[in-house]
């Protein structure tokens, strides 16, 4: 019998169930292009790494949100995956719909990302970051845990912002340094509370340039935008929003 708080709140994501049922989403699905873009995203960069399947590999989802995503690589034939979340509304969600599609490889851990210990958790096949890094005060810090976390390959995704580029002198015109790219500074101070927000309030958004750029620094091989379907959620194809692909080997 299909638990019934499934149907009692209002999810982010549309979770079909085994009866057939979905669950019931914010402006009945008004949110859902971003989702199956990210994923039809996600599909293509996985499956150029992995092939059709992800049989004999393992993922962590790091602010795995209600665990759409983690259900998704299970649906991909995932050996095992951990849905990390800073939430514990967010946790108990995840646990809710596991159980519902009987999710057995499906393990879950409250946990902000930079108190996550990769000497402890051991390192992924895949790493997902997505709709995080833009909600941090400390973004590099948390791609520097992802990196740690990572065997294979990084998925991130996030808002950016205009860049800057040029020469700025650096403590004198004698010294001069490049602009690797820039950071926005966003104000969530207001909303903390939200399942969808920050969780400290002060965010900084990286331009393209930038998050590319840190990435190859922090030590992974190599970084690639990952293309946007021609039909896909409008962000992503005006290039407010992105999807990066960052690869160990």
């Known amino acids: 019998m299909t638990d019934q708080r499934l149907f ?13 049922r979905v669950t019931n989403t914010y402006d009945d699905g008004a949110l859902d292009a971003v989702h199956t873009t990210r994923l039809s995203m996600l599909r293509g960069v996985v499956r150029e790494r992995f092939g059709d399947s992800l049989a004999g590999h393992d993922a962590i989802d790091i602010a795995c949100h209600q665990g759409w995503f983690s259900t998704q690589l299970l649906e991909w034939g995932a050996d095992d995956v951990l849905a990390v979340d800073a939430r514990a509304e967010h946790i108990a969600d995840v646990e809710l719909i596991r159980d519902a599609l009987h999710l057995s490889k499906l393990r879950t851990l409250q946990s902000d990302v930079h108190a996550l210990e990769p000497a402890k958790l051991g390192q992924f096949d895949l790493v997902l970051l997505l709709g995080l890094i833009y909600h941090l005060e400390n973004p590099i810090g948390a791609l520097r845990q992802a990196f740690a ?12 912002v205009p860049g800057m580029s040029g020469m700025v002198d650096y403590g004198s015109y004698r010294f001069v340094r490049p602009l690797k790219g820039s950071f926005g500074i966003i104000d969530e101070t207001d909303d903390t509370h939200g ?12 331009s393209v340039e930038a998050l590319l750029w840190i990435l190859r620094k922090i ?29 160990v080997d």
């Open 8 to 20: 009692e709140k209002t999810w982010f994501y549309r979770f079909r169930l085994p009866d057939g």
């Open 149 to 160: 976390l990572t065997k294979h390959l990084c998925v991130i995704e996030t808002q950016v």
């Open 195 to 206: 399942p969808e927000a920050s969780t400290l309030g002060i965010c900084l958004v990286p």
């Open 219 to 247: 030590g992974f091989s190599r970084a690639e935008l990952v293309p946007v379907p021609d039909d896909g959620y409008e962000q992503l194809r005006h290039g407010k929003r992105v999807m990066v692909a960052a690869y």
